[in-house]
């Protein structure tokens, strides 16, 4: 959009006769509208002094910002000429998505926050200057010298609006690449062979050739011809090399290609007098008039033309008796059809070795059919689009290093191919600070959500499809609602009237016909390129787009396709029909089709969202979850989706979220024995899965409200007490779970109050009995498919085992848990290397410990959305296990990063933990000072890793007193910490015997380090 108002005519129609203001006025809005015109552009209106114009609008133009520039600046210009300094222009020009609506008479066909910020930067200019919005900019990059970005004051832009100041044209067309970034040239081979062997058969056989290389934008037809340019500027001899280039607007340049050819060879420059043009033709006269020349000459136009058309034939010829001649014409889908002429006529008419290359998109094939084809003396190459394995070592070369995965695939997959899509997609990543240039490489955060088509990509995709007629345009936009993948049946009842031919978009190379459809009966395409899918939707305005979305959900669901299967598609599109934002827009006066739409939307979500959550794609269930909230309207319904919600939160480990779903189901729907039982349940069973660890009380109350809310003898009951024994390990209420689990006949309860019985055994350090209930526990997981719950019977498991000192099955029962979680969430995949990581630890085994770090970080990372405190602990012991290896400065970077997680109340994970860190260091303040500060809770009779902590601290500062009162206690048979308790009694009692004996423990567990760590306090020294 541009906007350009005149400053300083009020004074003059002061001083004037207002008829001669009229006159004058009149000359400018001439002026103007010719400079628009001439770009390209149309003029939108003229009010009072002011001029509104668009480029790229209505019918779309890929080079729509250059355009607007060249005419700001050819407007500046124009006015300078007409009324030297009398008069002033401020103009502003920015770029941006609009509306366009049916042009009336003194009205704005246009529309568009684009539209205000333009008025807004034309405001704000100074006379004389031309303000330019930052969209415009970066779609102009390298073709405009502009000055450094300010900010001007909008109302109703908060912010400001960023722009800068127009200084001048730099070049006609942008350059293309992206500055800072290496040059690359790649695939391609055979193609340049191609062109190799075109030249060579020209010289052999001294006649001469046409040769057109057909590509879409940006496929690569210049940079190819660059690498033929270099190639024959090596050749013996050298050819004659020259290059001229169609442009894509302007007046009175039809054979400005040619007229780039001759400045080229005679040295004449644009900025030339006709005098000196003239002198440095000689006797070429006839060839002026390709430069626009006077000749001095009235002749009639085709006795002219076939003048110049023989001129050049003799010119070129005279050139090719001297050496070979090659010359490139670019982009001859806008050359005008005498261009056309001439250059076919050169081929015909030259004797002697000349090589015309010609350069085209596909669409002069459509306009003139004649010019390809492979025949006599002339070729066609086609360039397609380079293979994905090519776009990525693209990539990797323009950056000089690897692009992590996640990002090369966004860029590799939505540039299909095409080199320029790559450059424009790496430069908008880089504009948008997504990709940083660091320390020589490239450092790169997550791609934003919604991230948009680069404004040079998108204006190049929506020329090509404003060049199709209007029955197969609209067929693209109603298949593009639809999707990448769609078919005739639904876009013919969603045209209604109107009959596309599917054949022209397969020719222009729009969409392809796949083999087979997924909808029986129809037939299926695919556009071909995603970019082109996200262009043509965005072609449509909000409204179409819902009603679009909601004539194909109708159509899907009536043709039988309303099945399971087509659940999330379904749940799509009826959502999109009915976007909160527009749904005034596209159904006005229309509620009782809007509230179907939105039933159909909630149900079909949350359909769709039970069937994700099925196959373990949490985060994809919980966005349809939160979409059909916003559709469904029944408090009831919202209590149910909110109690689902916390129900899926609860499967990925998102504490916070879980409760503050049950808490909304609660509002809604008031409190409930579902609600409850499981709010209490998931708390108690996922204790680790909050930030914060909730106030127990809270918990408590939860707890019972659950128990008095649910009827005897239900399944409800039975969960409600087994989170009652897990909190207050509590033996009795296990047992009544139990026994009312297996009275109900329901195999999940009963391994869950199996659960809760082992674990009121585990509290006070029965081991033994807590092994044998977990045992019968796990034998009961053959008839369990639940992989959730699987995985928590094994992570307990691996617990209770390493208590036991049964390393074995402990580690028997880490493989199992691993192979579990391979398909659940990162949070599951991160207790399983946690345990992995807990149980070497606690065997001793730091070089294994030490290996499977940087995997335990990974998974941390990869789990940090969600607490654990196995994140932090994890990252504890691969702290502990790099300082007992000497590698103080990998312990201090890992503990540094546990620190950083920041959970609270989880301090009997974490303290035993840093005990051993202090105890490697050989830090007696600190152990002293952590020692002192221990809580009862944390040494807690079932917490062996802390009491086994404090053993060995005691030891090392030399604590008898402490050791002979909390050691004895712990000697048991059977535990893990056993052998701790009788090295600590040992050392403090100067008794060798009960040393070797607890060596001798140690050992019988499997745990070397640790004997041999015993049996340096029997030989000290
Ligand atoms: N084979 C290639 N290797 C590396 N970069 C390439 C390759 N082909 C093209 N590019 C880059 O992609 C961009 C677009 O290429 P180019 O300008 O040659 O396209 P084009 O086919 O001539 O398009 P148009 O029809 O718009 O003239 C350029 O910046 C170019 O350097
Ligand atoms: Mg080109």
Redesign the pocket.
Known sequence: MLFADLVGSTELAGSQDPERTRVLLDRFYDAMAAEIERAGGTVEKFVGDAVMAAFGAPAAL?DHAERALHAALAMQRRLRELFGDTLALRIGVNTGEVVVGRPREGSSFVTGDAVNVAARLEQAAAPGEILVGERTVAAVRGAFELEEPETIDAKGKPGGVACRRLVRALSLMR????GGLR??????ESELQQLRAAYAQVTSEGKPHLLT?V?????????????LWGWLAEQDPQPLQRTGRCLSYGYGITYWALAEVLREHLGILESDSPEVAAERLGDRRFLGLTLGLDIGEELHPLVARERLHDSWAEFLEELAGERPVVVLI??V?WAEGDLCDLLEALVGQVAGPLLLVA???PELLESRPGWGGTHGTRSELL?EA?PVS?ASH?LD??LGVELPASLRDVVVERAEG???F??ELLASLIDRGILERRNGGWSCAELPEGFHVPDTVQA?LAARIDLLPTAEKAALQAASVIGRVFWTGPVYSLLEGVSPDFGLLVERDFVRRRPGSSIAGEREYAIKHALTREVAYGSLTKAKRAQLHGAFAGWLERSGEGTDEQASVLAHHYAEAVRPEDVDLAWPGQGEEVDRLRQKAAAWSRRAAQLAVGRYEIDEGLALLHRALEFESGVTEQAAVWLAIGHVNALKYDGEAFTTAMQKAIELGGPSADVYTDLAFQTVQRAGMWKRRPDPKLVSSWIERALDLTTAGSPQRAKALVSRALWDDDEADAAEALELATRLGDVELRSHALDALGNARYAIADFDRACALMEERLGLLAEISNPDHRAEAYLVACDVYTGAGRFANARRSVALLAETAEGLTPHHRLHAIGCNVRVESLAGRWDEVRRLSSRAEGAVEANLATPCPLNVGSLLQCAIASAQCGDEDEAHRLEAKADAIGMEGYGMFFHPKHLRLALVREDLVELRRLVDALDPEVLEPWNYESRAALFDSLIALGDRERIESEAPPAVRPGTYLEPFALRALGFARDDAALLADAAARFEAMGLEWHADETRKLLSPG
Not at 183 to 188: D, I, K, L, S
């Open positions: 890929e350059p293309r690449g992206v040059r690359a040239f790649v695939g391609r290389i590509g879409d934008a940006g496929v690569g037809k210049t940079r190819l011809l660059r690498e670019e982009d889908h350069t085209a998109r360039l380079l090519a693209l070369e323009l095409n080199p320029f790559v450059e190049v």
